[in-house]
């Protein structure tokens, strides 16, 4: 005869003791796409195109600004790579997703540069908001003079709010045995810091993630041998062509165009171009749109479009 007094009693047994075994069970390290928008998110403010209309009133919930998480199951502890202004839910779903509790604290925070959409998320972390304590921010030795010497950011270092650590060009930084980060600095609009891509490095995977860079052809590194190097490559893509921006000049902010990477690796075999997947998009770009041409044609030379969720081991 059914009881449902012992059916619920079971089920509490098996959320008590079973699942959190099970979450303990998982070991290694994964990355989690939090978002795949440029800087001033999508929709984008003052933007009255197709675009962005339609957003205003219905936003959709994956157009999240560029951030990756990083998850070590085996110290469960986190990490942040940028610090964007959507860090509240970020944080909250990398949280989640390492089944840690969604109110913990990353244990790290990368910066690539400073730039609105990649570090102003750190003020989630102040006094008026999380007030935290000692929370470790990467950053290299200009990102970490400007946070130090300009405000509200000084206040933060001032509080102990965070503790910055100043991290250099090439030198990896080992979380742990299994997990090695290493900054490689790129071209980009350099006015208040440098600019960093990092190469991330699991134990069976390795990445790379550069989210902005000028040109390809400014760095002094070949991305073709980088792409040989990694497994996987998360990279910048603000831009499909030079055709989105009606109002403003392609070299006041410059980015690799997606064809323009499409063309530069296109003689790479279909093993190599599977490891491309493109991400920071700018509001303007076709490739939010899967039934786009656009990101056909980019599904078409065996690339990707990276998306929110996005969950790979490393």
């Avoid at 079971?10 to 989690?32: E, I, S």
């Avoid at 007030?131 to 921010?137: C, G, K, M, R, S």
């Amino acid at each position: 005869m059914f009881n449902p007094i012992l059916l619920i009693l079971w089920l509490w047994f098996t959320q008590v003791f079973f699942l959190p075994n099970a979450l303990h069970q998982k070991k290694g390290v994964h990355f989690l796409v939090l978002g795949t928008a440029q800087d001033a998110g999508s929709p984008q403010i003052g933007c009255e195109k197709r675009c962005c209309k339609h957003l205003i009133q219905k936003p959709d919930p994956t157009r999240k600004i560029s951030s990756l998480g990083l998850i070590d199951y085996s110290s469960e502890k986190t990490f942040l790579i940028d610090a964007t202004p959507d860090i509240i839910t970020q944080n909250a779903r990398l949280q989640e997703k390492a089944g840690f509790g969604s109110d913990r604290k990353p244990d790290g925070i990368f910066l690539t540069h400073a730039h609105v959409g990649h570090y102003a998320g750190l003020m989630y972390l102040g006094k008026e908001s999380w007030n935290t304590q000692n929370v470790p921010v990467y950053a290299m030795p200009k990102m970490t003079q400007f946070l130090e010497n300009n405000g509200p950011w000084s206040l933060l270092v001032k509080l102990n709010n965070i503790r910055i650590n100043t991290i250099k060009e090439g030198q990896s930084i080992e979380l742990n045995k299994q997990l090695h980060i290493t900054p490689l600095l790129v071209p980009h609009r350099d006015e208040f810091s440098e600019t960093v891509g990092y190469l991330i490095e699991g134990p069976i995977k390795s990445m790379l993630y550069i989210p902005d860079i000028d040109k390809w052809e400014k760095w002094n590194h070949s991305l073709e041998k980088w792409i040989k190097q990694v497994d996987i490559a998360l990279l910048d893509a603000t831009f499909f062509d030079g055709k989105e921006l009606k109002n403003r000049e392609m070299k006041e902010v410059p980015h690799p165009c997606v064809v323009e990477t499409m063309e530069l690796l296109k003689g790479m075999s279909a093993e190599q171009r599977n490891k491309i997947w493109f991400t920071h998009l700018n509001h303007t770009n076709p490739l939010f749109n899967k039934k786009s041409n656009e990101y056909k044609s980019v599904e078409e030379v065996g690339m990707h479009v990276a998306f929110m969720e996005l969950f790979m081991e490393l």
